[in-house]
């Protein structure tokens, strides 16, 4: 199992190649589809790290 600090290190890195990637001379539309592609990966792993650090599951609805 990886360490919770060493998973948001990781997607910490991903989100740096997805900003850098931003610059590249290409068009919109690749930047736009690079990013629906790469970002909700990320979000759900910040997620997984965040609560296997101990923080509190704030994004699963419990009615």
């Not at 360490?3 to 989100?15: F, G, N, S, V, W």
Request: proline fraction near 8%; charge should be negative.
């Amino acid at each position: 199992m990886t360490d919770p600090m060493d998973a948001i290190a990781e997607e910490i890195d991903r989100l740096d190649n997805l900003l850098a990637a931003l610059v590249l001379p290409m068009p919109a539309n690749l930047h736009v589809q690079a990013l629906r592609e790469g970002l909700p990966e990320v979000v759900e792993n910040l997620k997984g790290a965040y609560i296997a650090a101990g923080g509190e599951n704030h994004w699963e609805f419990h009615p």
